[in-house]
């Protein structure tokens, strides 16, 4: 029902309708005039046939004018039987009196003798004239014709001869034509019908091609092309079809070279980019903006631009529309830092209207971070000068004061004065040294090391420090009582570091576990080997260090106690510039501590066993 009713809608259809409309309209009006022509001229042959002979109508006139009627309606009687016309139904002679004197129907004498009340014989007798007229007493059909009788002498009327014939042999012939013409023509239309699809379906069979084409090209597949049948119209559109599909395919492929081109610039941006319409809400977000403001993709598509980044009570589509300008978003939550920098820029047509806005979001957490921590090191670094300065300047201005001369207390201020210098000179060297690690210019001279006897040196290095009681540079308090234990593996451990900054980091991490370590303290040092990395460990027994403080203790410049510290000489730096020689090194550096229970430090290296190892091994 469906393809049937499809057809019906179809173009075939709808040509082969209005030919087949057109082919009956034609018909039609050729059929009615051919019809009422053919009856005409029918009908009037018929009429002029309907007469009797030229010496009949003389021979009846003649008879007409004699006195002895008897004789006269004998002779009218024998001619009129003698007329042989088959289109003659009912021929009557009536005399200048009305009176009929004769007539051709043999069942019909009676009449013979009568007067005749037909107003037609009237006028034509009197007026002289032939009368002709059509009657339908019944079913049937008559045409009359009434011709007056002249005499020749005069030109006086002694009578008129009354015909009477039935037009159905006429109408019978008509109907018969008719009838054979609606035959020929409903052949006609059957065959016009059939032409109609033959030459509908030539018409719509590249049409419909086209179609199936331009349906297979909105559906993305333009391998197809259509058939060019002719040169006309037809096969000119075809192909511009062709034409068309090969342009769309290649405008297609360009668009879509564009866009992955587009989506991959989109998703390898280190930055959040967003897309709006002229709504202001987005319809492109690339991974990066879902990954910074931690919403699904599918999330963002479709909404605006305003509450995803949460900025909608501050300021109003038109404001971003009109005026774009930087917004700064701070996304800080508990265990995540992370501050956005977005900017904004309209999308305008080369008309002036503005279609859309687009959204660059950027990650300025880092960058706010070193400008922080900038701020924070050049306050820490005037601070920490500002305090052995300020002590060196005041007992220099006591020794100008006289003090220089008091031999008892100018060498404690020169002693004093001398101590801050080279705490001063430690600071500066450490920070050239962070410097340097910094800019990337710091050497680091790598070779491969025995870590076990390496390590070992270190520790006898201390050891002496201790049982000779020197107070050396490093600041040791050598009245406390120390103990190093020493916990090493017996497998020989050869990594590739650079010997001299490896001890500098040891030597930090002994001088602050025998800073914070009480008298008597033990000092335990470890090394291992697990999982292709060495591991050393300097454990103390001090004062530990605070839970909200493990996380920055390797900040430069941080101290837990800071009084302390800088009454030990420490310059807050030894522990940052570990961390960096560490890292460096491709290992990494950590602390596990409990406030009031010590400190244990963790230094794992890279680390692959060497054949002479294994062969230590077995």
């Given at each position: 029902?469906?393809?049937?009713?499809?057809?019906?809608?179809?173009?075939?259809?709808?040509?082969?309708?209005?030919?087949?409309?057109?082919?009956?309209?034609?018909?039609?009006?050729?059929?009615?005039?051919?019809?009422?022509?053919?009856?005409?001229?029918?009908?009037?042959?018929?009429?002029?046939?309907?007469?009797?002979?030229?010496?009949?109508?003389?021979?009846?006139?003649?008879?007409?004018?004699?006195?002895?009627?008897?004789?006269?309606?004998?002779?009218?009687?024998?001619?009129?039987?003698?007329?042989?016309?088959?289109?003659?139904?009912?021929?009557?002679?009536?005399?200048?009196?009305?009176?009929?004197?004769?007539?051709?129907?043999?069942?019909?004498?009676?009449?013979?003798?009568?007067?005749?009340?037909?107003?037609?014989?009237?006028?034509?007798?009197?007026?002289?004239?032939?009368?002709?007229?059509?009657?339908?007493?019944?079913?049937?059909?008559?045409?009359?014709?009434?011709?007056?009788?002249?005499?020749?002498?005069?030109?006086?009327?002694?009578?008129?001869?009354?015909?009477?014939?039935?037009?159905?042999?006429?109408?019978?012939?008509?109907?018969?034509?008719?009838?054979?013409?609606?035959?020929?023509?409903?052949?006609?239309?059957?065959?016009?019908?059939?032409?109609?699809?033959?030459?509908?379906?030539?018409?719509?069979r590249p049409i419909d091609e086209m179609k199936k084409q331009t349906l297979q090209i909105a559906r993305g597949d333009y391998s197809g092309q259509v058939q060019v049948y002719g040169k006309d119209e037809l096969g000119q559109l075809a192909m511009a079809v062709n034409n068309l599909s090969v342009k769309v395919e290649e405008s297609q492929e360009t668009t879509e070279s564009e866009r992955r081109r587009l989506d991959s610039v989109l998703s390898n941006m280190t930055d959040g980019v967003l897309a709006t319409d002229r709504r202001g809400n987005i319809i492109i977000a690339n991974y990066e903006a879902a990954k910074f403001l931690d919403i699904a993709e599918e999330h963002i598509i479709g909404h605006s631009i305003l509450d995803i980044l949460g900025i909608q009570d501050q300021y109003s589509l038109r404001q971003l529309l009109e005026q774009p300008e930087e917004v700064t978003l701070d996304y800080t939550q508990e265990g995540r830092d992370l501050i956005l920098h977005a900017h904004f820029t309209s999308i305008q047509r080369e008309s002036g209207f503005i279609s859309g806005l687009v959204c660059v979001l950027r990650d300025v957490t880092e960058q706010q971070k070193i400008d922080k921590d900038r701020k924070q090191f050049v306050s820490n670094v005037s601070h920490e000068l500002r305090t052995p300065l300020t002590s060196v300047h005041s007992y220099i201005e006591a020794l100008q004061d006289g003090a220089w001369q008091d031999k008892e207390i100018a060498p404690q201020f020169l002693k004093v004065a001398q101590d801050e210098t080279d705490r001063m000179i430690r600071m500066i060297n450490d920070l050239l040294t962070l410097s340097r690690m910094d800019s990337g210019t710091q050497k680091i001279n790598k070779e491969m090391i025995n870590l076990n006897e390496l390590f070992n040196y270190i520790l006898n290095q201390f050891d002496m420090i201790i049982k000779n009681g020197n107070k050396t540079e490093r600041g040791i308090d050598v009245s406390k009582n120390y103990k190093i234990i020493r916990k090493f593996t017996q497998q020989t451990l050869w990594v590739e570091i650079d010997a001299d900054r490896f001890?500098?980091?040891?030597?930090?991490?002994?001088?602050?576990?025998?800073?914070?370590?009480?008298?008597?303290?033990?000092?335990?040092?470890?090394?291992?080997?697990?999982?292709?990395?060495?591991?050393?460990?300097?454990?103390?027994?001090?004062?530990?260090?605070?839970?909200?403080?493990?996380?920055?203790?390797?900040?430069?410049?941080?101290?837990?106690?800071?009084?302390?510290?800088?009454?030990?000489?420490?310059t807050g730096l030894g522990l940052s510039i570990s961390r960096e020689v560490i890292e460096a090194q491709g290992g990494r550096i950590w602390v596990q501590s409990e406030d009031g229970k010590g400190s244990t430090f963790f230094i794992s290296l890279p680390y692959e066993p060497m054949e002479e190892d294994l062969w230590d091994e077995n």
């Open positions: 029902m469906n393809k049937r009713f499809k057809f019906f809608q179809s173009i075939d259809f709808k040509m082969a309708l209005v030919f087949v409309l057109m082919l009956l309209v034609t018909l039609e009006i050729v059929g009615g005039v051919f019809v009422t022509q053919l009856e005409k001229k029918n009908v009037q042959t018929f009429e002029n046939q309907l007469q009797l002979p030229t010496y009949v109508n003389n021979s009846l006139t003649n008879q007409l004018s004699k006195t002895n009627t008897k004789k006269a309606d004998s002779v009218i009687r024998s001619l009129l039987s003698d007329v042989d016309n088959s289109n003659d139904d009912q021929v009557q002679v009536v005399d200048s009196k009305g009176i009929i004197r004769g007539t051709n129907q043999v069942n019909n004498q009676s009449i013979v003798g009568q007067k005749s009340v037909d107003s037609g014989i009237k006028d034509a007798i009197h007026n002289n004239k032939t009368v002709t007229k059509t009657i339908q007493p019944d079913s049937n059909k008559y045409f009359i014709k009434i011709t007056p009788l002249l005499r020749s002498q005069n030109g006086d009327v002694v009578g008129a001869i009354y015909i009477r014939a039935s037009l159905n042999p006429v109408y019978t012939t008509i109907n018969n034509i008719t009838i054979i013409y609606l035959a020929a023509a409903a052949i006609a239309v059957l065959l016009g019908i059939l032409m109609s699809i033959v030459i509908s379906r030539a018409i719509t001890t500098q980091v040891i030597d930090n991490i002994m001088n602050n576990a025998m800073k914070y370590s009480p008298d008597g303290g033990e000092i335990t040092c470890s090394l291992y080997e697990t999982h292709n990395q060495v591991i050393l460990s300097i454990a103390d027994q001090g004062l530990g260090i605070p839970k909200n403080a493990v996380d920055h203790i390797f900040d430069r410049f941080y101290r837990v106690d800071k009084a302390r510290s800088r009454a030990q000489g420490g």
